[in-house]
């Protein structure tokens, strides 16, 4: 079978051919004569030789995103169920499915998928589909995860922003396949017990790349007074609970998101009026705090992304830097802070850059001692550095 053809500029083949999943619009020299948006292409050198194929949107910024580099290999229902296969069986030797049963089972171009998140909540399967090549793609991608995963029911929560520089006007939510999830599904990770609500939660539900650093707070939370910042449903809140510190305190704009947190507390079997659950503005609480004289022996700050775009970037930065700033500002001497961002735009040397600059601003010393990046079921290809969005510092204030 043959593709419409798109062209690249002179050189511009090699960081696709080092494996690179983008073709970003500059590189392009030819467009097809006749593809259809969302559909399939091979991408040629200026030479005319075979580079990559992948799918097809000539409406955004990345026109095509690349599937396979293998000119025999044809990009169809085997394909799609060979890959999801292969991510399904990665997740299983990496993660202990008997303590955790909440993972992330496709993670986009990580996994040769670019465009589609699959997250595994229990008995129930929550996929996105952010572009229009991998929207073109569901029903197939749908009959895959039946086969390999065999979930309760398939959940759809495209309700994503990045869908609209694909020129998908649509942001579709529902039942694909099998049952309708519950209000609340309850899931495993390290044997603590969370309520997640995958219909209507933030991204598909709960933050899953987070898991690794929660369990690392449990360790350095005993005997401590936590504040929890941007708490959501309480993911950090439990762990520091359940290793014994002395209290956790979550703060959320959300009183929703705290009720859940509330209810993630007592699942755990811990005491949810010792462990309170604040609604307020983080930024407020944190000067708040520092006028009353408040202070606690560990911060977490896990913000929401601050950045989405370079030209946000500078703004990003100093704000990161003041959220920062006002948690050291509340920590007792030998406190600890754990701080992350998952904007993309702000990569791990800026990030430790962020910190040393909020700790001269609070007349502070800050010395990291541990720092991750996203879960393990949340992979970064080398050639593909966008993918490593997460970081997660952990360090003591003096």
Known sequence: MTYPEVVLKAGRERRILEGHPWVFSGAVAEYPAAAEPGGIVDVFDQDRKFVAR?????????????????????????????????????????????????????HGESDGLPGLIVDRYADFVVVQFHTLGMDRLREPVVEALQQVAGPTGIYERSDVGTRRPEGLETFPTGLLAGEQPPGLIEIREHRARFWVDARQGQKTGFYLDQRENR???????????????????????????????????SVDVSEAALDLARSNLELNRLDADAHPCIAANVFDYLKACKAEKRRFDMVIVDPPAFVKTREALTQAVRTYISLNRKAIEVLRPDGVLVSASCSTQVNYETFFTILKHAATAARRELRIVKSHLQAVDHPAVTTFPEGRYLKCFFGVVR
Do not use: M
């Open 54 to 106: 992948g799918y097809y949107n000539p409406a955004s910024s990345i026109p095509v995103r690349v599937l396979t580099r293998d000119p025999e290999q044809r990009v169809d229902r085997a394909f799609l169920l060979a890959r999801i296969r292969q991510a399904h069986a990665l997740r299983r030797a990496w993660l202990d499915t008997k303590v955790t049963n909440a993972y992330r089972a496709v």
């Open 215 to 249: 369990l690392a707070a449990q360790a350095f939370a005993r005997g401590r007074e936590v504040l929890n910042c941007f708490s959501y449903s309480g993911g950090f809140s439990v762990y520091a609970a359940r290793g014994k510190a002395s209290q956790v305190v």
